[in-house]
């Protein structure tokens, strides 16, 4: 509470001092959000510098070696192991992301279209899986999809195969499932947001000129909704490439991914340097196609137009 | 033609929509289904229906130790991620500031990056410090992860505020705090309630900065993740799991409501994460 008081009391009179200091807007504006922007600073800012400065260091058995070295970072890119894990976590980060927002865009433009007065009830009852636990829904595609689970059951019950298989659980593509489905909720909003700000006698014009629902979709309503497809992919596409519980609860050894490795420098085999230089090569390499990415869909949406 | 083509789109639309929340809600439905069937393993078909799952969980001493924790940092995280939102929402929306983009994009970094980056930065800094993991260090970190959607509810309950509603205040000689308490706090009170309980329940549910950040301590994901390795503890992880399932719905429903209720006294309109 006291974050709050204290941001409230420069401007109380009888400060004479500090207030003609915080008269103007700005020093008000700084002052209130400045414990908010200060933890963020030192809680999140900070450490993710350290952590750059860690992958130019060195592990010396339990201390580290401070010279600045590009090993860590030589090893991240050539091990074939390393680089395995980080071309798969992408590829599936690239999967999930482009398989919710088209799967998440015709609901977002049912809702943004034709959802009347219920509109918000619609996005709450999407929104509502989101909120359960992570680990529980996950979980729940590992009772869908093992050996005994329900698809298996399922399938041999319908006489589609004989017996239960093992090819559904612990794969990549049990991943791509399980993220998809956990990352769903946060593909809707943003394209529903986009949509919601499509100026509806833009449409009518299209119509009253001669284009027809398909044209006009394409020409109209999905380039000025493109703001919102580009964002519905950066928050589905960043998050998951790090993703740790998926791949252990689903994939099997052939779905691990980056995490897992950077996870395992930080725990067992304590190469905290190579953790670090193993999460910047991730982050870089994922900023860089989410780039390529956005770039390609703004490209796309002008020329549609 | 058209005509036809547009009906068409229009119905495909409902029943794709339909498909999709079945697609959403079906595998999260399978935990209580399942948490009530008298077998050892999650199978079809049903073996027939037991509370016993439940009864198990009833005298665990470390599943009720951990959900204590969990509660002690879930209320500790929903009353600093609120504290620290209050702060940062009201600056963004009141007031105009160099940096204020920057300022703000730093605050809502941590919903766009994956979580184990956040989790071993912060273990690095808080060892760095010299701090021995604990409940406390998981608490800092759910506060980041938290102060995203604390902001962004408060923004909309603080958004489209009346100002002239302060003005008066001011003019009638209420001092700024005064103003705020008695002006600005009843009208903004139903989303700051909703910030509480919507960082609650995201500390509560949240495993990874947890798993990397608690000491002996476990919080209740971490206590589920140890179970998972046993398959004969997944049914009663199951009813755990379906307890923890409608304690969330209750939570966020009653969230969603009281932000409705901020919007509707501030007269703007905004999803959860407009």
């Given at each position: 509470?006291?974050?709050a008081?204290?941001?409230?009391r420069p401007?109380?009179p009888?400060v004479?001092p500090?207030r ?7 020093a008000?504006g700084?002052a209130?959000?400045s ?8 809680l ?6 350290v952590?750059i ?6 592990q010396?058995?339990?201390t ?8 860590n970072y030589?090893?991240a890119?050539?091990e074939p192991?390393?680089?395995d ?10 999967a ?7 799967l ?6 049912f ?5 009347g007065?219920h ?8 929104m509502?899986?989101?909120w ?12 869908i ?9 399922g ?6 195969i ?5 090819a ?5 593509t049990a ?7 956990a990352w769903?909720?946060f593909?809707?909003l ?11 006698s ?8 001669g ?6 979709f ?10 919102g ?11 998951t490439?790090?993703d740790?519980?998926t791949?252990r609860?689903?994939?099997?050894t052939?779905g691990?991914?980056i ?8 725990g067992?085999?304590?190469?905290w340097?190579?953790g670090?230089?193993l ?5 870089v390499?994922v900023s860089?196609m989410?780039?390529v990415?956005?770039?390609i ?9 | ?7 068409a789109?229009i119905?495909?639309l ?6 999709y929340?079945?697609f959403?809600?079906g ?7 399942f ?8 199978t079809?078909?049903f073996?027939g ?14 599943m ?8 002690r940092?879930?209320l500790?995280a929903?009353?600093?991620s609120?504290?620290?939102g ?6 963004v929306?009141?007031?105009r500031?160099?940096g204020?983009r920057?300022?703000s ?7 766009v990056?994956?979580e ?12 760095a ?8 260090t998981?608490t ?11 902001m962004v509810?408060l ?25 705020f308490r008695r ?9 700051i309630?909703?910030?509480l ?7 509560f549910?949240?495993?990874i ?16 993740w140890g ?6 503890r ?5 009813a ?14 009653i969230?969603e409501l009281l ?6 006294r501030t007269?703007?309109d ?5």
């Amino acid at each position: 509470m006291t974050a709050a008081a204290d941001s409230a009391r420069p401007v109380e009179p009888g400060v004479l001092p500090r207030r003609s200091f915080l008269q103007g807007e700005q020093a008000q504006g700084l002052a209130l959000i400045s414990p908010t922007f200060l933890y963020a600073l030192i809680l999140l800012l900070l450490p993710i510098l350290v952590v750059i400065a860690h992958s130019f260091w060195t592990q010396d058995y339990l201390t580290i070696d401070r010279t600045l070295t590009l090993e860590n970072y030589r090893e991240a890119l050539t091990e074939p192991m390393y680089r395995d894990l980080l071309m798969r976590s992408m590829a599936i980060s690239f999967a999930v992301s482009v398989a919710t927002v088209l799967l998440a865009y015709p609901v977002a433009y049912f809702i943004s279209f034709h959802g009347g007065r219920h509109k918000n009830l619609w996005l709450f009852i999407i929104m509502v899986p989101f909120w359960t636990s992570y680990l529980l829904r996950v979980m729940a595609w590992k009772v869908i999809l093992g050996y005994q689970g329900v698809l298996n059951t399922g399938l041999v019950g319908v006489g589609i195969i004989d017996e239960p298989s093992n090819a559904f659980l612990y794969n990549t593509t049990a991943v791509v499932i399980a993220l998809t489905h956990a990352w769903a909720a946060f593909a809707i909003l943003p394209i529903y947001v986009a949509l919601e700000k499509v100026d509806r006698s833009l449409l009518e014009a299209a119509r009253d000129l001669g284009d027809g629902p398909v044209r006009t979709f394409l020409r109209v309503t999905l380039p000025l909704s493109m703001p919102g497809v580009i964002a519905a992919l950066l928050i589905v596409m960043i998050p998951t490439v790090g993703d740790y519980v998926t791949p252990r609860l689903v994939g099997g050894t052939e779905g691990v991914m980056i995490a897992n490795a950077i996870q395992a420098q930080f725990g067992r085999a304590a190469n905290w340097p190579l953790g670090a230089a193993l999460s910047v090569t991730t982050m870089v390499a994922v900023s860089a196609m989410a780039l390529v990415a956005v770039f390609i869909l703004r490209a796309a949406a002008r020329l549609a137009r | 033609m058209n005509a036809v083509l547009r009906r068409a789109a229009i119905n495909w639309l409902p029943a794709y929509a339909a498909l999709y929340i079945l697609f959403l809600y079906g595998p999260v439905l399978l935990l209580p289904l399942f948490s009530v069937n008298d077998s050892a393993t999650p199978t079809l078909p049903f073996a027939g229906f037991t509370w016993k799952w439940y009864e198990q969980l009833w005298g665990n001493r470390e599943m009720i130790n951990a959900a204590w924790n969990s509660v002690r940092v879930g209320l500790a995280a929903a009353i600093l991620s609120t504290v620290l939102g209050i702060c940062g929402a009201r600056a963004v929306t009141r007031y105009r500031f160099a940096g204020k983009r920057a300022m703000s994009g730093l605050i809502m970094a941590p919903l766009v990056l994956p979580e184990i980056i956040v989790a071993i930065s912060l273990l690095l800094v808080l060892l760095a410090f010299g701090m021995s993991l604990s409940l406390v260090t998981v608490t800092l970190g759910h506060v980041l992860i938290c102060l995203p959607y604390s902001m962004v509810v408060l923004m909309s309950g603080f958004e489209g505020f009346d100002r002239s509603l302060e003005e008066a205040s001011a003019d009638l000689g209420e001092t700024a705090f005064g103003t705020f308490r008695r002006v600005t706090l009843p009208m903004v009170a139903p989303a700051i309630l909703a910030s509480l309980l919507v960082s609650f329940t995201i500390s509560f549910d949240e495993f990874i900065v947890a798993f990397f950040l608690s000491g002996t301590d476990p919080t209740l994901p971490i206590y589920i993740w140890g179970q998972l390795r046993f398959a004969s503890r997944l049914p009663a992880v199951l009813a755990l799991g379906t307890i923890m399932l409608i304690g969330s719905f209750l939570l966020v429903t009653i969230a969603e409501l009281l932000r409705r209720r901020a919007v509707a006294r501030t007269k703007t309109d905004g999803g959860l994460f407009v």
